[in-house]
């Protein structure tokens, strides 16, 4: 047995000699690499069409903070379940400058420019178009992967001249993204979940009216889907959220919602809707009194996530809440301050009209859960990253309301360019 | 047996020094990254050295429009320069645009919109020719909005097209694609130099307006001894059917799009598709067709041809054919007649003979010759009843009635001067049908001769008779 063992073991000696003889004869690297030219050059072509806005991105993202700004849209890193364009290098060169502006710059002033470095994302993807899911027609507006990259949509219908449209369609997508790259990082406490526990719905969140959300506690429809969205929404509204369209959210909080059977629209309203909701009703006759047709008044508007209106539509609906009819300007005048609100429901009580409540029936102080939830954030940002979120909002709030495009645009295309372009017109 | 093992252990260890040689023999001259870079490079350069561009034969993946040609110019500098003449480039472009439902002339528009984005070839599922900036010519195809224009909702689809593609082959003046996400052919051909962007995108336009007309929607394709029944070129969208066949379990819809000389298809065409599958033609693969010299469009072995003869649409209910009253439009011998015709109508209607023509009318249930003043003073326009004329080849002979019409073809008949001068220089004649039009698809003009007198024809308009 010994002697068989070791005529096994001399054989394998002698094989493992050959192999290794052979294995190891006239492998030399090959002098060329075998990276892709796009990736290792990692230089700007200065003859090339965009070379001042590359050279801007280099200067201004890609050396400072060590990432990559992409606005040449990358199909296959993104979800290809989806139908999605590239942006317009217009459009590319305007986000940019406003994300540099809006986002790396208010923290940069407030934290230094070494918290974006640790925290901010290494990749910054541009898409212009939205991620359209055909089979229930929702959005994708942005996306946060893992900390590391944020991708931001619909960039082709970027207008500066709309601070609105801009806050809802980009910067609260960036503030609602990096939030997650933050909480990522340093989780928020446990409580926060606890507020709205019983509240959220995560599948069909898109088909509840942001009223009737905001009574329950969320600043956003989306933000009832789960909890850590809740959390991002919270965060991202309360930074980009007029003091106006704070206001707002928390009036329309502090308050119960009628929302009208499904598929009673309202004939030759001004916004097709599917649904209505509204949040205070009054009887117009005696007769409607006793036949208990209300009519309502309040009605919640609100084209898209983050720009929530009241109309001065007054609908009168039967018992059985079928539309009698619509009285006041139909619901073409939209309001977004709640003292221009509360003036509209004034101008009904001076007509004789006694206006009534609708009665809040989720059991939930929406009010005081908003407040809960931005206290909770505010304590996070302190606490986890010493950031004041209060000096945060500020920061945003001046900065959104003071974009000078033609001084931002000057670097990529030039004073004169950028003046003609983007500079007061006669 | 101590052999035996010795021999047993070199022969194995010689087995496992043959099998870690490195010598296994090349297929490929380099490693597969350096061959993706040469092509990249390659195309690259052969892109961006055709002075006046290329053109992009360019289709979706939807089954409801046609394809579009998109010009590209590739600049050195990533940049590239397009145009393109279609519907959806004017809206992207700002300029939006009437609805397509029901009218396809639209589609392709008169004004030649351009734009200029950014493109690069990288390596993807293979060499890939990317346009990673947004550009108007090319993009609204991949947009996943709901389309503009259309009645359906698209929201999510959009237009179902692509604008990464992968480099499937090429040579000096072909480069063949492959759209990266739809999988759909196309194929990029380099443009000769000093051809004229606007007017060849016009003639491609051209192409598609007149060649083929909804007012003649059937054409016959003949391929060896097969024949197929096709229609709906007009909208880009061939229905077609192997003759024989019923056409409504056995219609397949090609998707086409019109080119400055022809027409070509987004997918070859191998056999109609059939219920039992009989009827496809193995091997086939027509996917281009070009005009020849007698007009009509040839494929190899392949050539599509009017479905009717000019002397079998001439009668049908569909059309009135409105005789031209110009002289140039006639020849001596017609026109001495239609003259000596209209100065009757002056005589006795103290006007001018506005409109002469033969249709079957639906308000009188007949058939006939109609002529009309042109201050219409008559409450109902005389009509001169006829039998359909029923073709013999490329002949047709009237049968105008010398006592029958209409109510005020009736009063004519009696009270008017020359009318049946006029019938019966109309009756006594064989007249030969010929298209005068200038695609033979398209009879929207025809002749009648003599058969016995080359200078004795006139000219209709064919027009719909609803």
């Not at chain 1, 609602?176 to 507020?195: A, D, G, M, S, V």
């Not at chain 2, 009509?296 to 001439?314: C, G, K, N, S």
Request: negative net charge.
């Amino acid at each position: 047995m010994k002697r068989n063992i070791f005529n096994i073991l001399a054989a394998a000696t002698l094989a493992a000699g050959a192999l290794a003889l052979t294995a190891c004869s006239e492998d030399d690297l090959d002098p060329r690499s075998v990276l892709d030219d796009n990736l290792s050059e990692g230089n700007i072509d200065p003859d090339g069409y965009c070379y001042a806005f590359d050279q801007w991105l280099e200067d201004n993202f890609n050396r400072p903070y060590n990432m990559e700004f992409i606005y040449r849209t990358e199909f296959k890193s993104t979800d290809q379940n989806y139908n999605l364009v590239p942006p317009t290098i217009e459009k590319a060169e305007e986000l940019a400058v406003l994300t540099r502006y809006l986002w790396y710059d208010v923290y940069g002033k407030l934290q230094g420019e070494d918290f974006l470095r640790t925290y901010g994302p290494k990749i910054i993807h541009l898409i212009g178009s939205s991620g359209v899911n055909p089979a229930n027609g929702t959005e994708i507006l942005g996306l946060a992967e893992g900390g590391l990259k944020v991708s931001l949509y619909k960039v082709n219908v970027l207008d500066y001249t709309q601070p609105d449209e801009m806050n809802a369609l980009y910067f609260l997508t960036m503030h609602h993204e990096f939030t997650h790259i933050l909480h990522q990082t340093k989780t928020y406490p446990k409580e926060f979940n606890l507020i709205n526990s019983a509240n959220y719905q995560p599948t069909n969140w898109q088909d509840r009216m942001a009223s009737m959300c905001a009574s329950m506690g969320f600043v956003s429809s989306y933000a009832s889907g789960q909890s850590r969205e809740d959390f991002a929404e919270t965060c991202a509204n309360y930074i980009t959220f007029t003091p106006d369209g704070l206001d707002l959210i928390l009036w329309m909080a502090d308050r119960g919602w009628f929302k009208a059977p499904d598929g009673n629209n309202i004939a030759n309203f001004s916004f097709p809707m599917k649904d209505q909701t509204f949040c205070y009703y009054y009887y117009a006759s005696e007769k409607n009194r006793s036949l208990d047709r209300r009519t309502y008044c309040g009605q919640f508007y609100c084209p898209r996530d983050h720009c929530n209106y009241i109309t001065d539509l007054c609908a009168t609906l039967d018992a059985d809440g079928q539309v009698q009819s619509q009285q006041s300007s139909g619901g073409k005048k939209i309001m977004n301050r709640v003292e221009d609100i509360e003036a509209f429901f004034q101008s009904l009580r001076d007509k004789g009209y006694e206006l009534y409540p609708v009665e809040d029936t989720d059991n939930q102080d929406g009010k005081a859960n908003i407040l809960q939830k931005i206290s909770i954030a505010r304590d996070w940002y302190a606490s986890a990253f010493g950031l004041n979120l209060d000096a945060l909002r500020e920061e945003v709030q001046y900065r959104q309301t003071h974009i000078d495009m033609a001084e931002l645009m000057t670097p990529i295309l030039g004073a004169q360019a950028a003046q003609a372009k983007y500079g007061p017109k006669e | 047996m101590k052999a035996l093992k010795y021999t047993l252990a070199f022969l194995g260890a010689a087995t496992l020094a043959c099998a870690c040689t490195n010598e296994d023999p090349d297929y490929f001259d380099k490693a597969a990254a350096y061959r993706m870079d040469d092509i990249k490079t390659e195309t690259k350069k052969l892109l961006t050295e055709a002075p006046n561009g290329w053109e992009l034969q360019y289709f979706t993946a939807n089954d409801w429009e046609p394809g579009y040609t998109i010009l590209m110019r590739f600049n050195s500098d990533q940049s590239v320069e397009m145009a393109a003449n279609n519907i959806f480039a004017s809206f992207a472009s700002g300029n939006g645009g009437n609805s397509i439902d029901n009218n396809y002339a639209v589609i392709y528009t008169p004004k030649m919109f351009s734009d200029i984005s950014l493109w690069k070839m990288v390596s993807d599922a293979g060499p890939v020719l990317t346009f990673d900036t947004y550009n108007n010519m090319l993009h609204p195809f991949s947009d996943p909005y709901d389309v503009p224009l259309t009645a359906n909702n698209e929201a999510g689809n959009g237009h179902e097209g692509d604008y990464e593609f992968i480099v499937m082959a090429r040579n000096d003046s072909v480069v063949s694609l492959r759209g990266k996400k739809t999988e759909v052919n196309m194929l990029l051909k380099k443009l000769p130099e000093g051809l004229d962007w606007n007017e060849y995108l016009a003639k491609i336009r051209n192409t598609y307006l007149n060649t083929f007309s909804p007012l003649f929607p059937t054409q016959v394709m003949t391929i060896g001894s097969k024949r197929y029944i096709v229609s709906g070129f007009n909208s880009g969208l061939i229905d077609v059917y192997a003759e024989g066949d019923d056409a409504l379990t056995s219609t397949t819809t090609l998707i086409s799009m019109p080119l400055a000389d022809g027409y070509r298809l987004r997918e070859p065409f191998n056999g109609a598709t059939t219920v039992d599958g009989l009827n496809a033609i193995d091997g086939l693969a027509l996917q281009e067709f070009h005009f020849g010299e007698d007009g009509l469009l040839h494929a190899p072995d392949a050539v599509i041809e009017p479905y009717y003869t000019p002397a079998q649409l001439f009668p049908m209910m569909a059309y009135k054919n409105v005789v031209s009253l110009k002289e140039e439009d006639c020849g001596p011998t017609f026109y001495a007649a239609l003259d000596a015709f209209a100065g009757a109508v002056k005589k006795r209607y103290k006007q001018r003979l506005a409109t002469l023509q033969f249709y079957y009318s639906g308000a009188e249930r007949r058939y006939g010759m109609q002529f009309i003043a042109n201050k219409g003073i008559q409450s109902t326009a005389p009509m001169i009843f006829a039998p359909v004329p029923s073709p013999d080849g490329d002949n047709i002979r009237f049968e105008l009635s010398s006592t029958e019409g209409n109510l005020a073809g009736n009063l004519r008949l009696k009270d008017m001067d020359g009318l049946h001068d006029f019938i019966t220089f109309i009756n006594a004649r064989t007249w030969k049908v010929t298209s005068a039009a200038s695609s033979p698809y398209c009879p929207t003009r025809m002749r009648l001769t003599d058969v016995a007198d080359p200078d004795c024809f006139f000219t209709v308009d064919l027009l719909s008779n609803k």
